[in-house]
């Protein structure tokens, strides 16, 4: 454990908006504790700032508990810090020590236009979705939910890849910018329940098309995704993306 | 105006399916021409945008976060509640009817409740086509577990991220009905007003978060699902950004808000650790089903490990007291949340705190370890299995059933939760109190519905776990879609609704000049501080415990807050750029506001029920003393700057006898 009274310097993105030029800004801060989250640490530097009566640093963030993918800050170079399977607001200050500079920048991909500071736009990821990324069901038209037996370890495979928070971090890891551990996440989610099989392969092709449209890169198998996913999707659903997409365009369904 | 419920005549079983079936309907080609607006995409919101998607209304959705798929639902753990009986264990419609109506306190309207218990079982049907993961049985069917205040194992659960997969299989059907075009969809846009016309909700302000800009939408009706308002305590389980605004919005243009003061403090949270904290983190209920609570018997030991000198692993056995299985031998450690929850703060109290601050208690899973342990090496025929191959089996299966909530635990604190006990007390979790509404979720504005943890309608004075999840996804598929036909039935003849009419222009202005009020104070303090300072009032005089002098200091020291507010903030930047400071401090101006109304509403209320407990208002046990002759109503406050004005809607019990709840 450190010690309960650090002082950290912080070099700091700031961007006025989408289109201005960016810069770091260094802070000092002084009084951090162990016990702090990362995100607490920038509020108490928020509100020195704000008693300078100067503009606090922008920064996104929401369930603060590791779930909601609000939170999105590249810390030190690492998307989410270099915590293995933490995402930044889970990220705690007794993993730093008294002296450390510590550098904070956005998320950086042309498919995720930078907001503010360290906010960025992120309306991509839900176009992929509604590509496809769905079951087609109406509400009212289900039957019994244990009509289908489902095996448990089936279930559990589906369950991995639907944790995906959908924050971003593996396009942020991606020296290409590809967003491919995220598309294959729900496509390979939704491939694994029968109620959703149907539509599997349609349902990757649509999701890649908007993918790439989207202006994220190409896979090329680097796997610095999965690395920094703070939910730790494997990039095995890639590769059964792959085999979805392969079926369809090899078949004659489409 | 007197409340009237609407409650349909007959049976209680029957009502709803009665009603359903003669409700005027809309036809489909008019429901073309209809434009619904829904505020907020949790499960809410985002259940009833893709339901009436579906069955073709014009339908525009408005969210302040970046995604439909951030909504706070996302953050729900444990489970959702349905009377699906698959354990065979007993549960039916109408034993979830009444553990809710009894889990309640007493204080809900019965035939809300039993609809509620009807529609559960399609829930859990929909999510599953939908593809939602639910945890299986080996068999391959959905598996339960029990939770809080009941009996049987009826909670479905997704590992601990239920909340997740429920909220994510709504957002792919609403994402699937704007590919469709039926949903338009408004990201990071904030409703900062409720546009009336003629008396009827016709259309919101938005403020458009990346710019700035104030937009006009019209529809023909509107519907808030815009969650709870626990941040009004600053520290709460409640994700950030959570808020009251557009409930307050609406209660500012005429909505009564009901129960204000009942709120759900939730006896397994991470206790708080320093002055900067942010916010608190909930450790599932469902915990609670394998996790033993207790204290040492003794202040020594409690002092002992208050000041690190002893942990709770060197507590012998006989030292400790499991005080809720010693008060409450028939729910033990699964009594419901509000009386665990005070369970914990008298042994605080008491000086049985084991924290440094004095405020936690401990959450034990040895003896669950344990006892899986045994029973996973008798399954695996290890019939010599040593105490660490035991420990190592026992540990797998928590890990299976509890991994994750362990892991946050872990990250939170830095200690390991299968070694050391954990260390838990109760925080602001959830608000059983909100916008008044009938049996049709339409508030007393015509045209103004309220859905999920945005209206008041179903838990009374104290919700049961794995019932909000339960009650939004109701709300949001299966009742909201109904019965706002009965309003829109009579709709079919207005036209589009013009967003530049006078009432458009006016709410418009109004919003224009609050930003500026804000903005113009250039005071000394953040919005945070203030935000602070009215958490800790809340929690002081409005939390756990009650008592009347407190409440009216509170209501005071509130008011003068407010106006310090007014006088002393600093926002930072402009009004036309993103500028997150700006949100926040329209937000906790509204707070100021709902603040000083639960003071007064749990001041009214002079009896104990629920989560509310005023201390004047207890049995010689400590247990919460209810007043049901002259206290069986719910509080509906009309807000006015000066003195709000209660209206009463009676609580007509036909089925249930009340009785003392007892979980003893
Ligand atoms: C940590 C935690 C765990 C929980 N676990 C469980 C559980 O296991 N089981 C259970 O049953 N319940 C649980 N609950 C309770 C449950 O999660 C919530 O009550 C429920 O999800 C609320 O859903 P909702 O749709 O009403 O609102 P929310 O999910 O809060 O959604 C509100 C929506 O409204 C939008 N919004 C709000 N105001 C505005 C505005 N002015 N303009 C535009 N948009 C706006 C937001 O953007 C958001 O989309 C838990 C709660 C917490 C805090
Ligand atoms: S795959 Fe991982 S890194 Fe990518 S969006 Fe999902 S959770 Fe985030
Ligand atoms: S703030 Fe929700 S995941 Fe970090």
């Known amino acids: 454990m450190s010690a309960d009274n650090m002082k950290l310097t912080l070099k700091i993105w700031r961007q006025k908006n989408a289109n201005a030029k960016g810069h770091f800004d260094t802070h000092t801060l002084d009084g951090v504790t162990s016990h702090m989250s990362f995100l607490e640490m920038l509020d108490v530097l928020n509100e020195q700032i704000i008693q300078e009566k100067k503009e606090p640093v922008a920064f996104e963030h929401d369930c603060r508990e590791g779930i909601c993918g609000t939170c999105s800050l590249v810390i030190n170079g690492y998307p989410h810090g270099p915590q293995q399977g933490t995402t930044t607001c889970q990220l705690h200050m007794r993993h730093f020590k008294d002296g450390d500079t510590i550098t904070i920048e956005p998320w950086r991909s042309a498919a995720f236009p930078i907001v503010k500071d360290l906010v960025v736009n992120r309306d991509s990821f839900d176009r992929i979705i509604q590509a496809g990324g769905y079951i087609s069901v109406n509400t009212g038209q289900a039957q019994?939910?244990?009509?289908?037996?489902?095996?448990?370890?089936?279930?559990?495979?589906?369950?991995?890849?639907?944790?995906?928070?959908?924050?971003?971090?593996?396009?942020?890891?991606?020296?290409?910018?590809?967003?491919?551990?995220?598309?294959?996440?729900?496509?390979?989610?939704?491939?694994?329940?029968?109620?959703?099989?149907?539509?599997?392969?349609?349902?990757?092709?649509?999701?890649?098309?908007?993918?790439?449209?989207?202006?994220?890169g190409r896979c090329s198998n680097i796997t610095a995704c999965e690395a920094e996913c703070p939910k730790e999707i494997s990039v095995e659903h890639i590769a059964r993306l792959n085999r979805e997409y392969l079926s369809a365009s090899v078949g004659s369904d489409k | 105006m007197a409340l009237q419920s609407n409650v349909p005549p007959g049976e209680l079983g029957e009502k709803w399916t009665k009603y359903r079936s003669s409700m005027?309907?809309?036809?489909?080609?008019?429901?073309?021409?209809?434009?619904?607006?829904?505020?907020?995409?949790?499960?809410?919101?985002?259940?009833?945008?893709?339901?009436?998607?579906?069955?073709?209304?014009?339908?525009?959705?408005?969210?302040?976060?970046?995604?439909?798929?951030?909504?706070?639902?996302?953050?729900?753990?444990?489970?959702?509640?349905?009377?699906?009986?698959?354990?065979?264990?007993?549960?039916?419609?109408?034993?979830?009817?009444?553990?809710?109506?009894?889990?309640?306190?007493?204080?809900?309207?019965?035939?809300?409740?039993?609809?509620?218990?009807?529609?559960?079982?399609?829930?859990?049907?929909?999510?599953?086509?939908?593809?939602?993961?639910?945890?299986?049985?080996?068999?391959?069917?959905?598996?339960?577990?029990?939770?809080?205040?009941?009996?049987?194992?009826?909670?479905?659960?997704?590992?601990?991220?239920?909340?997740?997969?429920?909220?994510?299989?709504?957002?792919?059907?609403?994402?699937?009905?704007?590919?469709?075009?039926?949903?338009?969809?408004?990201?990071?846009?904030?409703?900062?007003?409720?546009?009336?016309?003629?008396?009827?909700?016709?259309?919101?302000?938005?403020?458009?978060?990346?710019?700035?800009?104030?937009?006009?939408?019209?529809?023909?009706?509107?519907?808030?699902?815009?969650?709870?308002?626990?941040?009004?305590?600053?520290?709460?389980?409640?994700?950030?950004?959570?808020?009251?605004?557009?409930?307050?919005?609406?209660?500012?243009?005429?909505?009564?808000?009901?129960?204000?003061?009942?709120?759900?403090?939730?006896?397994?949270?991470?206790?708080?650790?320093?002055?900067?904290?942010?916010?608190?983190?909930?450790?599932?209920?469902?915990?609670?089903?394998?996790?033993?609570?207790?204290?040492?018997?003794?202040?020594?030991?409690?002092?002992?490990?208050?000041?690190?000198?002893?942990?709770?692993?060197?507590?012998?056995?006989?030292?400790?007291?499991?005080?809720?299985?010693?008060?409450?031998?028939?729910?033990?450690?699964?009594?419901?949340?509000?009386?665990?929850?005070?369970?914990?703060?008298?042994?605080?109290?008491?000086?049985?705190?084991?924290?440094?601050?004095?405020?936690?208690?401990?959450?034990?899973?040895?003896?669950?370890?344990?006892?899986?342990?045994?029973?996973?090496?008798?399954?695996?025929?290890?019939?010599n299995a040593s105490a660490a191959r035991i420990r190592e089996l026992g540990t797998?299966?928590?890990?299976?059933?509890?991994?994750?909530?362990?892991?946050?635990?872990?990250?939170?604190?830095?200690?390991?939760?299968?070694?050391?006990?954990?260390?838990?007390?109760?925080?602001?979790?959830?608000?059983?109190?909100?916008?008044?509404?009938?049996?049709?979720?339409?508030?007393?504005?015509?045209?103004?519905?309220?859905?999920?943890?945005?209206?008041?309608?179903?838990?009374?004075?104290?919700?049961?776990?794995?019932?909000?999840?339960?009650?939004?996804l109701a709300d949001g598929y299966f009742v909201l879609p109904y019965t706002i036909g009965t309003f829109l039935a009579n709709e079919i003849r207005t036209p589009m609704i013009d967003p530049n009419g006078k009432e458009f222009m006016e709410a418009e202005k109004a919003v224009a000049d609050r930003i500026t009020r804000v903005m113009g104070v250039q005071g000394n303090q953040s919005v945070e501080s203030f935000h602070r300072r009215l958490g800790k009032y809340m929690w002081d005089y409005c939390g756990m415990a009650r008592n009347a002098d407190g409440l009216a200091k509170?209501?005071?020291?509130?008011?003068?807050?407010?106006?310090?507010?007014?006088?002393?903030?600093?926002?930072?930047?402009?009004?036309?750029?993103?500028?997150?400071?700006?949100?926040?401090?329209?937000?906790?101006a509204d707070f100021l506001e709902l603040g000083e109304l639960m003071m007064v509403d749990a001041l009214d209320r002079n009896e104990s029920c629920g989560g509310h407990f005023r201390e004047e208002y207890q049995t010689p046990e400590g247990e919460a003393l209810r007043r049901d002759d002259e206290y069986t109503y719910v509080s509906a406050w009309e807000w006015d700057d000066n003195q709000p004005i209660l209206h009463k809607e009676n609580l007509e019990f036909e089925n249930v006898e009340l009785k003392t709840r007892s979980y003893k």
């Open chain 1, 144 to 216: 019994d939910g244990n009509a289908i037996p489902i095996e448990k370890d089936v279930a559990n495979e589906a369950m991995d890849a639907a944790t995906c928070i959908g924050c971003g971090a593996c396009v942020a890891a991606c020296p290409n910018a590809s967003a491919m551990l995220f598309t294959s996440a729900k496509v390979s989610h939704l491939a694994h329940m029968p109620q959703g099989e149907v539509e599997a392969s349609q349902r990757a092709i649509r999701m890649v098309e908007q993918h790439d449209a989207e202006g994220f």
């Open chain 2, 24 to 383: 005027p309907l809309v036809a489909p080609n008019n429901k073309r021409r209809i434009e619904v607006i829904i505020v907020g995409t949790g499960l809410a919101g985002g259940a009833a945008a893709a339901t009436l998607g579906e069955l073709g209304y014009k339908v525009k959705v408005f969210t302040f976060h970046d995604s439909p798929r951030r909504a706070h639902s996302i953050a729900a753990q444990g489970g959702i509640n349905a009377a699906k009986n698959y354990q065979n264990d007993g549960d039916s419609v109408y034993r979830l009817f009444y553990d809710t109506i009894k889990g309640g306190d007493y204080r809900s309207r019965e035939a809300n409740v039993h609809r509620l218990a009807e529609v559960s079982v399609n829930i859990i049907d929909q999510a599953v086509a939908q593809g939602v993961p639910f945890a299986r049985e080996y068999g391959g069917l959905l598996a339960n577990r029990s939770f809080g205040g009941v009996q049987v194992s009826r909670t479905f659960y997704a590992r601990g991220q239920t909340g997740q997969q429920l909220l994510l299989g709504a957002y792919q059907s609403l994402s699937r009905q704007v590919s469709l075009g039926n949903v338009t969809m408004y990201n990071r846009h904030e409703m900062v007003d409720v546009v009336k016309i003629d008396g009827k909700a016709r259309g919101i302000i938005a403020r458009n978060l990346l710019t700035g800009e104030l937009e006009r939408h019209g529809a023909h009706a509107v519907v808030l699902g815009t969650g709870g308002y626990g941040n009004v305590f600053y520290l709460s389980t409640n994700a950030m950004n959570s808020n009251v605004s557009a409930a307050w919005r609406a209660v500012k243009k005429g909505a009564y808000m009901a129960n204000p003061c009942f709120t759900q403090i939730h006896p397994t949270c991470i206790p708080v650790s320093g002055e900067y904290q942010s916010k608190l983190t909930l450790m599932s209920e469902s915990l609670r089903n394998d996790g033993r609570v207790w204290v040492p018997k003794n202040q020594e030991d409690a002092k002992a490990i208050r000041e690190g000198r002893k942990t709770g692993l060197d507590i012998p056995e006989a030292d400790r007291d499991y005080y809720l299985e010693r008060r409450y031998p028939a729910f033990g450690n699964l009594v419901p949340r509000d009386v665990a929850s005070r369970a914990a703060k008298t042994a605080c109290d008491e000086g049985l705190g084991v924290s440094p601050t004095g405020l936690a208690v401990y959450l034990d899973f040895a003896d669950a370890i344990q006892r899986y342990g045994k029973s996973q090496a008798t399954t695996l025929n290890e019939t």
């Open chain 2, 396 to 472: 797998a299966v928590v890990a299976e059933k509890y991994g994750n909530l362990f892991e946050m635990y872990e990250k939170i604190t830095g200690e390991n939760p299968y070694v050391m006990p954990m260390k838990i007390y109760p925080a602001v979790h959830y608000t059983m109190g909100g916008l008044w509404v009938d049996y049709n979720l339409q508030t007393n504005v015509p045209g103004l519905f309220a859905a999920g943890e945005a209206n008041f309608s179903d838990h009374g004075a104290n919700r049961l776990g794995a019932s909000a999840l339960m009650q939004g």
């Open chain 2, 554 to 588: 509170g209501r005071e020291l509130i008011r003068e807050l407010r106006e310090e507010f007014y006088r002393d903030v600093f926002v930072p930047g402009t009004a036309d750029e993103y500028n997150p400071e700006l949100e926040k401090a329209l937000r906790v």
